[in-house]
């Protein structure tokens, strides 16, 4: 019959359909399997969870500019940031993974002087050395038009971009290394030649430490899963999500001093299933601190202001700001502030500072104090002598960070944080990390170039910021017309 001719192809063809489908169905699954199992995957996959180190070794990094002599008997105990860098390849044997906001290690500018120019293609021309070592070079970045990243390439470096601007409309400004998925890097420091002559940075280095590396692999991983994306996908593979939070911390050793310790990281869409939040670790932090509360930042202020859309969008963004009052108001806390006063210091963040030190009026003995960190010669691009750090310090807990204090950095930047907290109080054992970086924060704050703004300075100041403020707005205007 005629009706069955039709009915018999039309039959074989959805069976057809559905062998197909089966098949499909089978390969993802397939796929799948193969993903978590990781049957393709490197050397290092073999460390996992159950069977990672903990018996790690800490050291304090910095770059102390030599032009920024610091008060005498105040010597750092601190290693200097490109020995830490040269440390971490020194034992590099299979993998080097690089996170910097900014990739320019060759000065441009003349006075950086002979020795950090040589010291900064140095490193540079390390990186270039990996592959014939053997050691693969990995490198997640948002910048679209980097030279140096285009050599690195064109050595061997896998480097995969990520669409921030997609994305969230902002940078990836996380500054961290991970070798060998054993040892890491985390602090202010980048891979800019000032990092390491001009500016003044702080960060950790941790050897032997896998279990905080593998969890920092995942971050590194997350961003490695975003290359060719401009959305965030809502199914994540085990391979990125967070192992250690705020409120399941990894319990480690640093030179042999029990700790527990966390990452955090920023904006909201980059923390899948159990990452802490930037914002909360820091948070957490100031709260849980007993007696002070040291903070260290670029820029401060708690303001969210950017344009979307041709529309500016400006909102008062008080997570932070009002967590360091409670703590000196309501705990006692004593807690200083010190910030950097440099060329793109916003006139507001004056106004903040100022009004965080209106909570001492008629209190004697106010434990509640604000510094600017000024080196004399503030020249533009070259950030002379710009404290870059960014961290807090408290009487057992040091959290260091990628982050200004600034609510649109957290709203849309990535970076990432780390939490280490000491389990002993102070008195009990030699000297920690945590007391490392109290001593470098006391060495900031004694120094000559932390100043307190008083009424005259600071009107004369604001009024320098506001009007390079309009000549920064004028010439963005003239740029795009
Ligand atoms: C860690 O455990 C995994 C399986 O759980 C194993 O394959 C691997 O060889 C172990 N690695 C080390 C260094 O012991
Ligand atoms: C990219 O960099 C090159 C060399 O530094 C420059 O000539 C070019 O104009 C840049 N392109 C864009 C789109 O910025
Ligand atoms: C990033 O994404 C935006 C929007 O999807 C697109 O216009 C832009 O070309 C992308 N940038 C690069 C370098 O791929
Ligand atoms: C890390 O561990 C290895 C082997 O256990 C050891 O040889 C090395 O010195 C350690 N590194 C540091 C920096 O402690
Ligand atoms: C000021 O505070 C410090 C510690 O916070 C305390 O030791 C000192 O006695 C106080 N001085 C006065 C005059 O209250
Ligand atoms: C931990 O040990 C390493 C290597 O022995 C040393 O360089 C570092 O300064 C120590 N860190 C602290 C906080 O004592």
Redesign the pocket.
Known sequence: MAGSGTQEPLKSQQKCVAVFALVCCCAVLVALTFSTLNLWGDEEDSITEDNCSTDC????VENLPEDLPLPPGSES?S?PLSLGFHALLDQAQHSVEVVSPVWNLHPRDLTAGRDAAAATQYLFQRLLGLKARGVKLKIASSLTNSTELKTLADHGAEVHFVNMSAITRGELKSSFWIVDRKHVYVGSGDMDWRSLSKRKELGVMLFNCSCLALDLHHVFSFYWQLQHRDYIPSIWSRKVIALYGKDEPLELQ??ATWADAYLSASPDSFCPRGRTRDVEAVQHVIQSAQTFVYLSVTDYLPLVYRTYRGASILRYWSPIDEIIREAWLVRRVRVLLLISYWKKTHPLTLNFANSLKALCIQLHNCSLEVKFFEQKEVRDDIQHGLNHNKYIVTDNTVYIGNHDWVGSEFAINAGVGLMIHMKHSLEDRG???VE?IRKAFERDWGSRYAKNLKDEDGKYKQQQQLSELKRRERRKRMEKA
């Not at 070794?57 to 304090?60: A, G, K, P, S």
């Open positions: 070794r800490i050291t304090l105990q290693l640093l030179n000297v920690t990390i490392q």
